[in-house]
């Protein structure tokens, strides 16, 4: 370390210590500013859970670590801040997403004006986008294939901590962070590095089961890891590191579902256009109908269809959705409700605490029918046969939807018995709709063909 040189750590989606390879690569050359810019490209259209959750994390980060907050541009509050504490190098974990990549274009050409170097160590990926590649050095389109190849590629090992002489900076001024209130109802998860592993640790204890429970709304099968990942509380190469030696099923299939974060933001990186547009564009021509009330009934939860209201209203309610119900209700939109996937994912960007651009336009995509790996349009889930199959007992509807809580069947209660509880009719025939949905892909498909 040199005593006379000072840097910069941008914190962006990496608000943690442990782990953090940019963080040790700015201590490494000197006494540091801890910093982070509340940019308003980024807050302004952020919904009340990504607010809450990202200011919560700050507030934690900046118990362990002295941080400084700018609000504004981050080409000027990075140049001026870095100016400000004479700094030559600004590091920063590299930025994958269309917007992030832009930025960071932006700001690295503005500091290079002012004599200071952007330093990108690390990413929020075990593999940083654009690497996985075939044997031509094309990118894989398809999930299995590219899995098998990251897995080939590898990773580093945990970075550790920062070291216990780190030395740290400050700012004379530094902005205020913004209370979020939330609305009525909303109670989201503990966000934090400490929470992450934390969360972790409990989830590894049954990592073992995770193969067979992860389906199952019912049970507590899967890691609720999403949204730490999302706020980079945790990185994945951590993760990959506990499971490393580990066999059995949980392990693999966990490793897998990390892959798909991998794929996901792999994927946006090559096509960027992807994050609001088909990937596929053969259904873009479907014919969809205009968002109404049937949408709003969707948002709210009283479809009438109790799985799906059950996973619209675990959403509001905590932030998060299991991801079976994240299938289910996306599958209910397109192909029951016949709107258009975008309005569907714009939703759960507003609400989702883990809501991540590229796992969000992909997954409302992948269920779609126009991502990768689609599944055949014309597989239409059936949400009650969902329901009985993965929350057998109603458990999950029962407690989503309490009005269901004492009917004989929380899946398909009768007439009388929504009657009795005020709980409304379906608002369509499933299996109309699923003839209409197929219909409309006749046509796409019938277009397509010239026929
Ligand atoms: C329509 C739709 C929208 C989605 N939107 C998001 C989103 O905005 N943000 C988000 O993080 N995930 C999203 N997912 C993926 C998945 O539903 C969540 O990652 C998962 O439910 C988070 O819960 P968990 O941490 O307990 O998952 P676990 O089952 O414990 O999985 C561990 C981690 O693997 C990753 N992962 C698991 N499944 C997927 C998947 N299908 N695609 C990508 N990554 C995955 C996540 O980072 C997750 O935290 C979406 C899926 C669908 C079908």
Redesign the pocket.
């Known amino acids: 370390m040199d005593p006379q040189a000072t840097s910069v750590m941008w914190f962006r989606r990496d608000l943690r210590t442990f782990d953090n390879p940019a963080l040790l690569a700015a201590l490494a050359e000197g006494p540091t500013l801890g910093l982070f810019v509340l940019d308003p490209v980024l807050w302004d259209p952020a919904g009340p859970s990504r607010r809450h959750q990202l200011v919560a994390s700050l507030r934690a980060l900046g118990a362990d670590v002295p941080l400084a907050v700018r609000a504004g541009d981050p080409v000027r509050e990075v140049v001026a801040a870095a100016r400000e504490v004479g700094a030559t190098h600004v590091h920063v974990a590299a930025d994958y997403g269309p917007y992030g990549a832009a930025r960071d274009e932006a700001v690295e050409e503005a500091l290079a004006d002012a004599g200071i170097a952007l330093v990108r160590t690390g990413s929020p990926y075990a593999v940083a986008p654009g690497r996985v590649r075939n044997g031509s050095g094309d990118p894989y389109q398809v999930f299995t294939p590219f899995s098998r190849a990251w897995s080939e590629h590898g990773w580093r090992g945990p970075a550790g901590p920062i070291p216990d002489d780190a030395l740290w900076l400050s700012l004379e001024e530094t902005a205020p962070l913004p209370e979020v209130d939330l609305p009525e109802g909303l109670d989201l998860p503990e966000p934090g590095e400490a929470a992450a592993h934390r969360a972790w640790e409990a989830f590894l204890e049954q990592v073992d089961d995770y193969a067979e429970d992860?389906d199952r709304p019912d049970l507590e099968g899967?890691?609720?890891?999403?949204h730490h990942?999302?706020l980079g509380e945790i990185h994945p190469r951590t993760l990959l590191a506990d499971l490393a030696g580990r066999e059995g099923d949980g392990a693999a299939t966990?490793r897998t579902?990390?892959a798909?974060?991998e794929f996901?933001a792999d994927v946006l990186h090559r096509r960027p256009d992807s994050a609001r547009d088909y990937l596929r564009p053969q259904l873009a021509a479907m014919r969809y109908d205009e968002p109404g009330p049937d949408f709003d009934a969707w948002r709210e939860g009283r479809t009438g269809f109790p799985i799906v209201d059950a996973g619209m209203r675990q959403l509001r309610a905590t932030g998060?959705?299991?991801?079976r119900l994240?299938?289910i209700t996306?599958s209910f939109l397109v192909k029951d409700l016949h709107v258009e996937w975008q309005h569907g994912a714009r939703h759960?960007?507003h609400w989702?605490v883990?809501?991540?651009l590229a796992?969000?336009s992909h997954?409302?995509q992948?269920?779609a029918g126009c991502g990768t790996d689609a599944a055949p349009y014309f597989r239409v889930f059936n949400p009650t046969t969902q329901g009985r199959r993965f929350d057998p007992d109603g458990v999950y509807i029962r407690t989503w939807v309490p009005e269901l809580a004492d009917v004989a069947d929380p899946h398909d209660p009768s007439p009388d018995d929504r009657d009795l509880v005020g709980y409304p009719e379906p608002i369509v025939d499933h299996r109309a709709e699923r003839l209409e949905a197929l219909d409309r892909y006749g046509e796409v498909r019938d277009a397509a063909a010239g026929r």
């Open positions: 992860r899967t890691s609720r890891l999403s990942l999302k966990f579902e990390l798909w974060r996901y998060w959705m299991h991801n994240r299938m996306a759960f960007l989702l883990d809501g991540d796992s969000n997954g409302w992948w269920t």
